[in-house]
Each structure stands twice: as C-alpha cells, then as structure tokens.
C-alpha cells in the first residue's frame, strides 16, 4: 500500500505531456500537443495532449485519460505500478504504509528472485563469451543457426558448462541462499542436499519482462539425445507467470506500436531469427500455448495479432480452437503459413530481409477464412463432417464482440461455405442463445418453445425535447469554469445594484436553487452534486479534478466535455488566462443564456406531456391541469422573450 498523500504527490508532479511524451512523438501546437495515436492505427495524429489539464484524449478512437491512465492502457501496468513507475520518473520517495508478514515476505522474495535472475544472465552470458566451452560449445552453435554476434549481445544469450554444478558453486560462493537459487529454477538439490544446475550442458534464453529486467530463461539442450527434453524453462516463481509472459516483448513492443501488428511465433529462435530480418514486432508464447492474459498484453500494443505457423494442417487444426479466445478479446487475427518444411526461423534465414516481409503481409490471412477453408476442405463431400464444420465457424464467429465485424464475417463465411446467409445468422443465434444463457448459470440448453417473442418496447409519453445538450454544456461550464470567480450584479431594494465577487459555480448553484432545477441525466445530476457538496465543503475543485477521478464514468466524461471542440472557452482554461472583467460578464452572460435555454427546453418538454395528459384526464382534473399549463407557457413566453427567439404560441 502506498500512502494516500504520497499518491496526490506524485500526481501533481505527473506531466502528462512527458510521460505521454516518453511513448508517443508528440509535436506542440499551440496549448497542446499532437501526435499519432498509440492506441489505434492512424496516419493522421488525432491524438491530444493538453497539459493544463494533465490529460491525453484521441478524437479518432476515444481513449482518453491522466499519466496514470496511460500507463495502465498503454505499459500493461496496474495502478500501483504507475504510481510506481511515476515516483521513480519523477524522484519522488514513496513511503509505503505498513505491510502484512505475508506481503513483506513476498516483497523481499520477489527482490531476491529478482536479483539472482540479473546476476544469473550476466554470469551465462560471460561463460559464452569468455570460456573455451561456451566459446566451442554454445557460440558456434548459435553461429550454426547463422545469429549475428551483434543479436547474440542483443538477446543475452548465454551458456551454462556442462561440469554439473559449476553455476551453483559460484552463485553460493557469491553469497546467494540455495533457497531463492531453488525458486529462481538454477539449481534443484538431491536428497542429501547438494545442489546441481538444472541448466548444466544448455544454452540460454533469457524471459525478459516489459521493463527488460529477467523474470525466467528458457534453456536448450545441445545434446543429441532424445532422452532429454530440449527445452527447459525456468518454474514459475513471484516472478515469472508463464500464462502472463511473452518471450520478446521487450525488444518488440515499440515496433508492435509503430506497425500496429504483432507476430506471434512459436519459439525463442523464431523470434530471434525474424529480429535479425528485419521483422522486431515478434514474440513467442514462451512453453504454454497462448493464454488470455498473453492476448489482452498484445491488445494492449496492437489491433492486429498476425500468427505465424509452420505446423502441417493436423497440427494446425489443433491450435485453432486455442485460438478463438484471441477473437473474444476483440483482436484482428491474421494467419501465415510458409512452404511444406519451412518455419519462420528457416525462411527468415534463407530469404532476404525484403522477402520475409514481402511473404508476411503477402501471405496473411484472415484467421476465420483461414479456419473456413481448413476446414471445409477437410470435410470433403461428407455432409455430418460439413454440417460440424459449419458449426464449428459459426461458433468462432459469434466469439467476435464486434457486431458490425461479426456480421462481415458471416457474409464471407456464406460466400467460402456456399451456405446461405441468413441460415449461418440463425445458426448463430442458436450459438449465441446458448451462450448467453450459460452466462446467466443455466444449463446452456435452448428452450425454443419457451422463449416469448420480446415486448414492444412502451411509447414515451412525450419525445425528447432534446434537453440533454443543453444539460452537457452547463455540465461542462460548470468542470470548465466552475472555480473562476466572476461579478454578480445583485439588484437591492433601494433600486440600486450591489456586486459580489463569488466562483461560477456558486453562481450556478444559487440559480439553479432558485428554480429548484436539477440535472435529468443521471451522471451527470451525480457529477453535478458532488461538485456542490465538496465545494459547500470548502474543498477546492477544478477542471483537473474529474479528469483524474477515480470514478472511471465521471473521469471518461469530465475528458469529453472538457475536450470538446470550443474554441473560445477551450482557450481560456487552455492559457490559464486571468480573466479580466468583460471576460467574467460573458461567463456569466453564457451562464444564464444556457440555464435559460435549458429551462425553456424544459419547459416545453413539461408542456407537451400536460397536453397528453389533459386529453385523457377527467374533466375535474383537466381544470387543474389547464391552470398548470398556462402557467408554463407564460415561463415559456418570458424565457422565449429572454432569447429573443419567437415561439408560436
Ligand atoms: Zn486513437
């Protein structure tokens, strides 16, 4: 746990045009900053920084938040680790709140884990460097597989002598607990207690995490010998999470954003070889085949997964079912495959860097279509295997949140199927009948003659005046300029005025208290209350206090309204001007022109409602109601007379 003030602190250092600045290239246009998006694919930026209010907004696909926000969308960090993350960028100590025996347990293993991994790479790579056996071993064997000295370095491989215990007597003797050594996956112990390497006789991969730092290696045997398995990994540790690990990611990422596309290849030479083409944006699933938190790390770089296969089509089939889950996280699956006896690692080496791109982007294609095509021509001429087969796509399909993109995929799967278009729609909604009701804890079986065709929905009494624009532009007032102190000219009774200086929104409050108005919307009525309850407090609140709020609706709203194209009002917050006098009687100009506007729509809206309800109202009751209305229309005359605006009566 970290301390509350020392959160606000590193929040206030936070700028979010550095941070930001720190992934994106970020060019300044007056107030604010501009660059391409990170989160989508983009040619043209649309991507805003705006620093006085501390936050980021992209126009084209709509993410938007605070430094803290980036970094938990954008680096895959929790919100722990972006304080974190903030704290050491900016050089601010954290002091932690006590923690629990179990947590600083786990802390100081997670260190010491930690440390043993760096210095584990750093005596492997030496021992590949610099011995005659890693030189004889483990450096010509990487050479063989044609890697450059210059990728070697790059990667960190290393080597680990084949003498049995070589690794485990210099880390003891450099002072390391056999116990962490054990937990780090270096060394297992026989039964009287002498340790041996768990990786003597292999070459290897270092995991690296996100940051670059080891979190776990991947070892190969150089051995002949199909009595060993040629790969080892590291165990699972307070560090290392198989399920949540891609091997590469480091290198990557940065190559993942700019292409918007990521390769995912099967193994560590995989990764290495393509690296050395040319092709950077490659990770490998590191000894598990692909995981949901694997997928929702890749979405968090890149639209696009581009799956690079070299199994024969059993093989192939197999993996398809893992990969449906890639398509409920909503990513676009690509597939290569390369020529019979080819893997990537192979044609990356016996073609030219052009070429392996040329046969990458040639050769995708979509996973569905893909998985279509397998299958069909899999099934032949029988029609049991074909009906299966149909239903087998129609499942993946439905797996796609995208209704628009789901429906795509229908019209080409009718075309590659030659099945009709709206049997594969209701076929689908079978499947995803089913699925919906295992959602809600039922058996999944489809009750057809249960299910009653849906109500129509009930009429509104009245439409919708359209009171809600009127309602997001004093929302967004109030965010914008709510702390700014303006004059009031009160009129007394000895016909005079008097003015007092008070904040917009106390000015806003007053009116609205006045009419006894309060926000229709929902969200916005919630913002609105709680802006008025911190400031009867005397807490101070402004424009960047929503836009980093905790609660992730009125953050994501504070973001919108408060970015809205507006030229002159965006301006005032955007030069932290001091506003002169004529500036303060716009504000308060706008401010009643739009409380007026937004009563008069209210008003209306009130009026069309009566003029239903006097019509099927007894005569007793339409009396009343007729005094009620003719009191609105006059608040509606004096409004209008207000606005300037004619309304036929
Ligand atoms: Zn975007």
Known sequence: MIAPHAIQQVKEAARVEEVVGEFVALKRKGPRF?????????????????????????????????????????????????????????????????????????????????????????????????????????????????????????????????????????????????????????????????????????VTFPILGLSGQPIGFGARTLKSDKKFPKYFNSPESVLYNKSRSLYGIHHAKKSIVEQALCYLVEGYTDVISLHQAGITNVVASSGTSLTEDQVRLIKRYAPTVSILYDGDAAGMKASLRGIDLVLKEGLNVKVVTFPEGEDPDSFAKSHSSSEVTAHLTDNA????????????????????????????????????????????????????????????????????????????????????????????????????????????????ILLAFGHMKIVVPFATEEN???????????????????????????????????????????????????????REDWQKWAIDLLTEKHPLSQNWIERHRIPTKRDTTDLLNTLTLEIDGWKLKKVMALLEALTFEIRDATYEDAVILMKKKRQYELIRKSLADLKGTVVPS
């Open 34 to 202: 501009l660059g391409l998006c990170p989160f989508h694919n983009e040619k043209t930026p649309s991507f805003n920084v705006s620093p006085n209010l501390g936050i980021y907004k992209c126009f084209g696909c709509g993410e938007a938040g605070d430094s803290i926000t980036f970094l938990t969308k954008h680096e895959h960090l929790s919100y722990v680790e972006a304080i974190k993350w903030l704290a050491k960028r900016y050089n601010i100590d954290l002091p932690e709140e006590e923690q629990s025996p179990e947590q600083q347990l786990e802390q100081s293993e997670r260190e010491s884990v930690a440390v043993v991994q760096q210095w584990a790479l750093n005596w492997s790579v030496e021992h590949l460097w610099t011995t005659d056996e890693g030189k004889r071993i483990g450096l010509s064997y990487f050479h063989e597989r044609g890697f450059s000295d210059a990728t070697i370095k790059t990667f960190q491989l290393g080597y680990v002598p084949e003498q049995g215990n070589a690794f485990a007597t210099a880390a003891i003797a450099n002072g390391f607990n056999p116990d962490v050594l054990e937990k780090a996956g270096w060394i297992k112990r026989r039964e009287d207690g002498t340790p041996w390497d768990f990786f003597s006789g292999r």
């Open 365 to 476: 294609k979509d996973f569905l279509v893909f998985k279509a095509e397998l299958l069909m021509a899999d099934s032949g001429d029988d029609p049991v295997k074909k009906a299966a087969a149909i239903h087998e796509i129609v499942e993946s399909v439905s797996l796609v949140p995208d209704l628009v993109l789901r429906s795509l995929y229908i019209q080409q799967c009718s075309r590659l199927l030659q099945v009709n278009e709206q049997a594969l729609i209701s076929e689908m909604n079978k499947v995803l009948r089913k699925q919906y009701r295992k959602k809600l804890g039922g058996d999944g079986q489809v009750h057809e003659e249960v299910s009653r065709p849906e109500l129509a929905p009930a009429q509104p009494l009245f439409k919708d005046l359209g009171t809600l624009p009127r309602e997001r532009e004093l929302l967004r």
């Open 496 to 550: 005079t005025t008097v003015e007092e200086e008070m904040s917009l929104a106390e000015a806003m409050f007053d009116i609205l208290a006045t009419d006894d108005l309060l926000f229709d919307e929902p969200i916005f009525k919630e913002i609105y209350l709680d802006y008025r309850h911190a400031r009867n407090l005397g807490v101070e609140i402004n424009a960047t206090t929503y836009v980093s709020h905790l």
